[in-house]
């Protein structure tokens, strides 16, 4: 089946430092990613959706300036997360979709982000 | 935001027992997916039961689907230890196309 990776797993850092996320999938073309954001013991809230070549599509509350979105290959889309503070720490869970719709979605094992 | 509301939120139950659990949306969907997601882990992806399919079985798990009164159930019939973890349940909107829509969960745990 389709393979998503992440990296990197986790990621320690102090606050006010920038760290990057990236999300591959690994045999297939993805011109869809999304990224979604869960914290401890809650469900996954969608963050943006990400299209190769196009500026990242943010929800409603999600910063733009901070959650920084690349989609610059078709198998590769980053998130950096800008200036980060302690209450950025969270798991970061990002999907690829083949464009076979949304029974064709994938996701990537998540990165844990701990902030300092 | 979030579409699906899962019941119970926890479920506690002994090994060989039955676990089911609810979802309800509140939007017309295209489909419904539910995934397993085990403590601090990524996501599993269970079983997806498109919008026009009443009933789907895999394995040990069956779901509904009842578009009628907007809610899906999955049944895992004679549980497991291993069966622990977090149950969501996702929904994508119509039109297609757009992300999935997780609920809230169900955090179950299966004691031996």
């Known amino acids: 089946g389709a393979v998503v990776s992440q990296h990197p797993s986790w990621v320690i850092c102090k606050s006010g430092t920038s760290v990057k996320i990236e999300c591959r999938s690994l045999d297939f073309q993805a011109t869809t990613m999304f990224w979604y954001r869960q914290f401890p013991k809650q469900s996954l809230m969608l963050m943006a959706t990400?299209?190769?070549?196009?500026?990242?599509?943010?929800e409603q509350g999600v910063e733009k300036d901070k959650f920084l979105i690349n989609h610059a290959s078709l198998t590769l889309s980053t998130l950096t997360v800008t200036s980060a503070h302690p209450e950025d720490s969270s798991f970061y869970i990002c999907?690829?979709?083949?464009?076979?719709?949304?029974?064709?979605?994938?996701f990537g094992p998540g990165t844990r982000l701990l902030v300092l | 935001s979030q579409q699906g509301e899962e019941d119970p939120q926890a479920l506690s139950i002994q090994e060989g027992e039955n676990a089911t659990m609810n979802c309800s949306y509140k939007?017309?969907?295209?489909?419904l997916q539910w995934y397993r997601q085990n403590s601090g882990r990524g996501l599993v992806h269970l079983i997806l039961?498109?919008?026009?399919?009443r009933e789907k079985h895999s394995g040990r798990l069956r779901v509904t689907l009842d578009t009628s009164k907007k809610s899906s159930s999955l049944l895992i019939t004679a549980s497991r230890a291993a069966d622990t973890a977090s149950y969501f349940c996702?929904?994508?909107?119509?039109?297609?196309?757009?992300?999935?829509?997780f609920g809230k969960g169900t955090t179950l745990s299966v004691s031996s």
């Open positions: 996702a929904t994508d909107l119509i039109p297609a196309g757009t992300a999935l829509i």
């Open positions: 039961i498109r919008s026009n399919e």
């Open positions: 939007t017309s969907i295209n489909n």
């Open positions: 990400s299209n190769e070549g196009s500026k990242a599509t943010y």
């Open positions: 999907s690829a979709d083949t464009g076979g719709g949304l029974e064709t979605q994938y």
